[in-house]
């Protein structure tokens, strides 16, 4: 059960992933902890990594999927991954592909969470009022304004992949916009259906 979760910010990705974690038993891998990790442990693409990122400047899509690679031959990622903020371009996903081809590996299913903007805006403008209402900070990125930037950002870069994973047949979307158990009741289908297609 190899996966990849599309979606704006604020879709209910990382929920969503959380439960198929729990179903599944494979691990979720983020792009951010992996860098982190791959730093820590200080590995070939790790070093690589921390010098690009102490220079200010953004790790090329190269060392990104190098990170991917040594990621997914550890132990508990044989059974499958759920890759969560990875690929965010089509160039990602096209170099994704290639690495995973030379590892004789398949992804499973592309799921796409779609959703209504305009109601993800008000949705974080709530949840911004009330963590102010409680006396908590508010997160930056919790307010309306950074979370349009953000919205942009991903417009721009992330939602031509869904167009990219339509063409392989891959692609499942959920409307993100129903309660959070429906949402994950209609995922857990998809992924079944695919399980069962694969197996059968």
Do not use: C, N, W
Not at 20 to 32: D, H
Not at 50 to 70: Q, T
Not at 142 to 149: A, C, I, L, R
């Amino acid at each position: 059960m190899r996966i990849i979760l599309l979606g704006p910010p604020g879709a209910g990705k990382g929920t969503q992933s959380e439960r198929i974690v729990a179903r599944f038993g494979i691990p979720q891998l983020s792009t951010g902890d992996m860098l982190r990790a791959a730093v820590a442990a200080g590995t070939p693409v790790g070093l690589q990594a921390k010098s690009i990122m102490e220079s200010g400047g953004l790790v090329p899509d190269a060392v990104v999927v190098g990170i991917v690679a040594d990621r997914i031959e550890e132990a508990d990622a044989k059974r499958g991954f759920i890759l969560d903020g990875f690929p965010r371009t089509v160039e990602q996903a096209i170099a994704l592909d290639k690495m995973l081809a030379e590892k004789g590996i398949a992804l499973s299913a592309v799921v796409e969470f779609k959703v209504d903007e305009e109601a993800l805006v008000g949705r974080i403008a709530r949840r911004a009022e009330e963590t102010a209402a409680r006396g908590q900070p508010v997160r930056k990125d919790d307010t309306p304004e950074v979370f349009k930037t953000r919205l942009e950002a991903y417009r721009r870069q992330t939602a031509p992949l869904s167009a990219y994973y339509a063409k392989t047949g891959m692609l499942q979307a959920i409307d993100g916009m129903k309660p959070i158990d429906t949402v994950t009741e209609e995922v857990m289908s998809a992924l079944e259906a695919h399980v069962e297609k694969a197996t059968s």
